[in-house]
């Protein structure tokens, strides 16, 4: 029955991705209508904090986030369950829109699309529930750690998001990251007596990032 459940909530979530990604694709102008727009955010179409998250640029895209989340989602759901892991959800893509929304804020053309906030949510929350998790990248010949993993990414994100040098959405991806990190402690706050020093590992990019922003470095 478990299992059932969390095959069933991976599946809508990804189902609810497809369906809203490839009316994108085919409808621009539901496209535009449903994006993360910084000057149409500011007009009062708060909508768009959500809904960009189920828009996608392309096929890669979309199939990469959904793969992503399909692989470390049922893991959340087995320890937290399926309530709980849809809260991390949907709180870590909102979280991540409101970084950007929040470095952007100036930036009225500023615009974005994509579950990764939400999927990195979920892939943190992963791994603070199972710090010990290994992950293979196609490019590595061995597994990483898992938290090892999660430090080296924020650290790439703080990079990203200092150089602007793509098309990446880093600061939805940081943003994303630290809610999946905030509300799974609060949905588990015995991992302060299990993990406390893969939480204090993992929070060290969140303190550098903190840090340079205020210290007027990050741009």
Sequence with gaps: MDNLGISIITMVIIAANGIMSFKGLEDLSFFEKYKFNIGS???GEQIRML????????ISHFFFNMFTLYFFADGVV???????????YFASLIFGNLLSFYFHKDEYWYSAI????AVTGVLYAAILLQPGMSLYMYFIPIPIPGYVFGIGYLLYSIYGMKNKRDNIGHDAHFGGAVGGYVVTLIMMPSLFQTNLGYIGLLAIPIVILFVLHKTGKLN
Excluded at 51 to 58: C, V, Y
Excluded at 78 to 88: A, C, H, P, Y
């Design 78 to 88: 087995e320890i937290l369950g399926t309530f709980n892991f849809i809260i991390i």
């Design 114 to 117: 994509g579950a990764s906030g």
């Design 41 to 43: 955010i500011k007009r």
């Design 51 to 58: 809904s960009s998250g189920f828009l996608h640029a392309d």
